[in-house]
């Protein structure tokens, strides 16, 4: 991450042109060394200067909050992606319900799982995964319960992970 960032500041002492690619290989290198203050602050700064942003540079940032634990940072990132005109996608969902669950916000993975379902990504058996482990770990049987039915009702495709993650959410009632 750090090379990433020299390389930056070379880019800008030499008056160079930057671009949305280099901001997004500089974000995700924040992001994939845990550095989520450094890539906010990188995110910010291609929205100071104008530069066009994308579906990486959205879901790197939102990943970026998932490892250090903002997840209401994630949120509003998230919200802001309408205002930029930048589509959701799948990588998108899983990164946000990712952080949601991290920071033990189960009501805002449910949400996201809505705001999932009426987008043209669809819903998944991880996304639905992670739902019934968050409302687990909130001890919220019922509603993990109410998932699985979904889940069942909806065709999605249930494995191991769906069972093992509500039979241990009843068994903590």
Do not use: P
Not at 6 to 33: F, G, H, Y
Not at 56 to 66: D, E, L, M, R, V
Not at 122 to 140: V, Y
């Amino acid at each position: 991450w750090e090379k990433a960032l020299q390389l930056l500041s070379l880019i800008m002492q030499n008056r160079m042109q930057l671009d949305t690619v280099t901001c997004n290989a500089a974000i995700s290198a924040c992001e994939k060394s845990g550095k989520q203050l450094k890539a906010e602050q990188l995110f910010t700064a291609m929205l100071d200067r104008r530069l066009a942003s994308n579906s990486y540079t959205f879901n790197s940032t939102i990943s970026a909050c998932k490892k250090g634990g903002e997840w209401e940072d994630a949120l509003q990132l998230f919200n802001a992606m309408e205002r930029h005109k930048v589509d959701a996608d799948s990588i998108t969902f899983s990164a946000l319900i990712s952080t949601c669950v991290k920071g033990g916000k189960w009501e805002n993975v449910l949400q996201v799982l809505g705001t999932m379902a009426r987008s043209n990504v669809g819903l998944d058996t991880t996304a639905f995964n992670a739902a019934i482990s968050a409302c687990g770990k909130a001890g919220e049987w019922e509603k993990a319960l109410q998932l699985l039915s979904v889940m069942v009702q909806g065709k999605i495709e249930t494995d191991r992970i769906t069972y093992s993650a509500t039979c241990s959410t009843c068994e903590k009632a």
